[in-house]
């Protein structure tokens, strides 16, 4: 060190020469390697332009760790030069490169997501400059490092002090910008809006202006504020980002198109000249979303229904552009209602939607009900057709002359085919047809290179479909189909030369399709009545469509007026009548009911309406009894089970859930009781609850015992004996034991799923489920390398408020298990004996 440099005395000379010495040697190097670094992480990044784009870029959990070499060398030259250079004197620092240099390090620290290591120097800026403007920035870190723990209260603390305080308007873009980013992700459109207007009035980076505008375009474009946001996206087109972000900031401009407005058909001669550009070819899918919305906007639902069509056809690579055009005809279907077609399109979303897309849930309930209330429709159809081929026999004729028609030119080009290619095979030499195959010929299906890339990008936009007829359909059972499984070898028939006749270009063929036994009709009526009385349910709570409801239930007394459902749908006709205000409909129905069944548990809730709410609540108080029976079961307190069940019996008598209770009961003596108890107790479920879901259980329990298999028995033991083997280098699993009456299981899995993408994007992680035994189910998530990665998994899981609050606030039993011992785990059904030996053999302690 010079002479006359001390750091123990501010002279003028001292100060200099830290100053100079920090800035040039270390500072000045340590923030080009920063600036790199976020140039990289710009230039890697792939914005999702169907989503908010997130206002600031920071690295994955991949990309951090790339980061570590860089990041390291920022942190040693802050670390040497603070060392080295500092002058802490009268609790002042007297070198003004010192606290840049702790917000490099603090920043290193966060691009490495060691954010409690941040957290610490961040803390210690705010505190050291608290009287200096510097302690702004510590606190903007403070809080986007909170941010991005997802300690949401702890960062608007620190946002909020900095908003009392003043913030200094050097730091107003960023902190502006960072408030509106904490709102975002607060789902606050209107102060994220607010903020984000304030941060571009001091925002001069023209990357950071660009995207600023960006999101508050969309932010408007959400609250339905076209002219705003086509505004907005005009700025961004006129600061000339790249591409990607200059042709979506054009179609987003498209799509903030105002009906009635002068600009309307230059935009759509704007997109119609993209369609025509080579360059865009990638995103034509795109650019036919857009004229779409702005076909609806002008009420061309016909050409907006065209529209998407063409987008999806055209989605090559954006499966998730694809899944929304596909998203969107399902909804303008199910609004008509047209409800098969919706289900058509409900079904090609789900096939490409990511499933951490935030509305996949509902898609896929919605997708469910409708896939249940198409096949109900179909089977309607289907034996209404079939008994009407019964009925009249000229109709019955003309159906199957012409599907023998069909047949016969179908089997006509067949032999052609056949005879063709036979032609080919005597007149060409093996070497040839080879050459010929391999040299990618005229027909498709010689090409194999074509052929190859067709398998490809069938299974990219189809996923693994099995090949049969109607393979774009995942409901297929409605179908009406001739099968010639049907047909027996011994009934295949020859003409006179021997050759074997096409089965389906015989009337006999069809006819064994037909109902045309009384038992074989009975079965077909049936299928009718069951159908049409799921429909007007499903149409009701559902779908709330009473129009449709009041059609079905309404057909089915008039079709089948002694079936069973008569009074049940009379009842749900009622209630129809109440929700839609319908007197005359109301006054019908209450007559019918009271008049034919005076003595109908419905006729008591029409003429008391507190009866259905004292039943309600009676049944309320029995599940809630059956759940805290259930917990006890799920923690082996199996006597205290037994106990209870008895109990049950006593105080709700015949409940509507005495089958459940049974079970449970049988589950427990199975726990603490012989082989030979435990089977009475199943069998007398089968006994006393013939046809319910309890008595399914015990059949398929017992069915299991009589084939070897240990079904959650003990035998009196309450300690596990399976030979569990603690490893280190292996597989791991992560488990979570759910009750099988929680039917959130698929809800859960897909927030595993948003969990696992969001920390820890970087490995390949599997999510699935499977019941163990009648009660209980397991989620399963696979694979964990290693003892080490294992356990950072599992911590990082179970102290998770954000995606897993729903599943985690529900405290089930979550445990680690190696791939070798979940083999005897799974066989063994030994979740009480695992769990102690997960606990004995990990370190988990929170």
Request: aromatic residues 14%.
């Amino acid at each position: 060190m010079l002479s006359g440099c001390s750091r123990k005395k501010s002279r003028f000379t001292s100060r200099a020469y830290h100053n100079t010495t920090t800035r040039y040697n270390y500072f000045f190097n340590a923030r080009e390697i920063k600036r790199e670094t976020e140039r990289a992480l710009y230039d890697q990044h792939k914005d999702d332009f169907s989503e908010v784009l997130p206002l600031f870029i920071y690295p994955s959990e991949d990309q951090a760790k790339a980061l570590y070499p860089d990041m390291d060398k920022i942190i040693e030259k802050t670390s040497t030069a603070i060392d080295r250079h500092s002058m802490y004197l009268r609790k002042k620092e007297h070198n003004r490169w010192i606290d840049d240099c702790y917000m490099l390090m603090g920043i290193a620290r966060f691009y490495k997501q060691e954010y409690f290591v941040g957290e610490e120097v961040f803390e210690y800026i705010a505190k050291a400059y608290k009287k200096q403007d510097e302690r702004f920035s510590g606190l903007i870190w403070l809080a986007r490092t909170h941010i991005e723990l997802g300690n949401m209260n702890k960062a608007e603390s620190y946002l909020t002090l900095i908003d009392e305080q003043g913030v200094p308007k050097q730091y107003s873009s960023d902190f502006n910008a960072l408030y509106a980013d904490y709102y975002i992700k607060k789902r606050n459109i209107d102060d994220a809006v607010n903020r984000l207007e304030k941060a571009l009035e001091t925002t001069k980076n023209k990357q950071k202006k660009t995207r600023y505008n960006y999101v508050l375009a969309q932010l408007w474009l959400k609250k339905k504020e076209y002219g705003k946001a086509s505004d907005l996206f005009t700025q961004v087109i006129k600061l000339k980002p790249r591409y990607d972000m200059l042709f979506n900031a054009k179609i987003s401009r498209a799509m903030s198109f105002e009906p009635g407005s002068e600009k309307g058909g230059d935009i759509k001669k704007m997109l119609t000249k993209m369609v025509k550009d080579g360059k865009n070819e990638e995103f034509l899918d795109q650019i036919y979303y857009a004229l779409a919305d702005i076909a609806f906007k002008e009420s061309d639902e016909p050409l907006g229904i065209e529209y998407l069509q063409k987008s999806a056809a055209a989605s090559v690579s954006n499966n998730k552009q694809k899944a929304l055009s596909y998203l969107r005809l399902g909804e303008i279907f199910y609004m008509k209602p047209n409800y098969v077609s919706s289900q058509a399109y409900y079904d090609s979303c789900l096939t490409v939607l990511p499933e951490d897309y935030d509305r996949y849930e509902s898609i896929y309930n919605r997708s469910k009900a409708l896939n249940t209330l198409v096949e109900n429709i179909m089977i309607v159809e289907k034996e209404d057709s079939l008994q009407r081929m019964v009925s009249d026999v000229g109709y019955r004729k003309e159906v199957i002359d012409e599907l023998i028609e069909k047949a016969k030119r179908e089997e006509a080009e067949r032999l052609a085919e056949e005879a063709e290619f036979n032609s080919l095979d005597n007149n060409s030499s093996p070497n040839n047809i080879n050459a010929n195959l391999n040299n990618a010929g005229n027909w498709y299906f010689y090409n194999q290179t074509t052929l190859g890339f067709g398998f490809t990008d069938f299974k990219k936009n189809w996923g693994n479909r099995k090949l049969e007829d109607h393979w774009r359909r995942s409901n297929k059972e409605t179908i009406v189909t001739f099968d010639d499984d049907f047909m027996d070898a011994d009934s295949v028939k020859t003409d006179s030369t021997g050759a074997k006749i096409n089965p389906r270009t015989t009337e006999e063929y069809y006819l064994r399709f037909l109902p045309l036994t009384d038992s074989s009709l009975s079965v077909s009526h049936n299928s009718i009545i069951e159908a049409l009385y799921k429909m007007g349910n499903l149409y009701r709570e559902d779908f709330q469509d009473y129009k449709h409801a009041t059609k079905s239930f309404e057909d089915l007394v008039s079709r089948y007026d002694t079936c069973r459902y008569k009074l049940p749908s009379w009842y749900n006709l009622y209630r129809i009548s109440l929700l839609t205000d319908n007197d005359v409909m109301k006054a019908k129905y209450k007559k019918l009911i009271l008049d034919e069944y005076p003595d109908s548990e419905y006729a008591r809730i029409i003429q008391d309406p507190t009866y259905n709410k004292v039943t309600r609540e009676n049944r309320k108080r029995v599940d809630n009894y059956y759940s805290i029976v259930f917990d006890l079961y799920r923690d082996w307190k199996y006597e205290k089970v037994l106990t209870r069940c008895r109990k049950a019996k006593t105080i709700f008598a015949d409940n509507h859930i005495l089958d459940k209770f049974d079970l449970l009961a049988a589950m427990a003596i199975g726990h603490v009781e012989p082989l030979d108890s435990f089977k009475l107790a199943l069998n007398n479920i089968l006994i006393n609850h013939p046809g319910t879901e309890s008595s399914k259980e015990a059949q398929r329990i017992l069915d299991l015992i009589k084939k070897g298999v240990k079904v959650g028995v003990d035998g009196g033991s309450q300690s596990s004996s399976v030979p569990y083997k603690h490893q280190f280098n292996t597989e791991f699993h992560l488990v979570v034991v759910v009750p099988g009456t929680d039917k959130k299981s698929n809800k859960y899995k897909v927030d595993i799923s948003n969990f696992n993408r969001k920390y820890y994007s970087a490995k390949v992680l599997n999510v699935s489920n499977i019941f163990i035994d009648p009660t209980q189910q397991i989620i399963i998530v696979k694979k964990m390398q290693g003892y080490d990665e294992a356990i950072d998994y599992y911590k990082s899981f179970i102290l998770n408020k954000d995606n897993l609050a729903d599943l985690l606030g529900k405290k089930y039993q979550v445990f680690l298990i190696s791939k070798e011992n979940f083999v005897l785990f799974y066989k063994n059904k030994d979740v009480k004996g695992y769990l102690e030996f997960f606990k004995k053999n990990f370190e988990v302690e929170k």
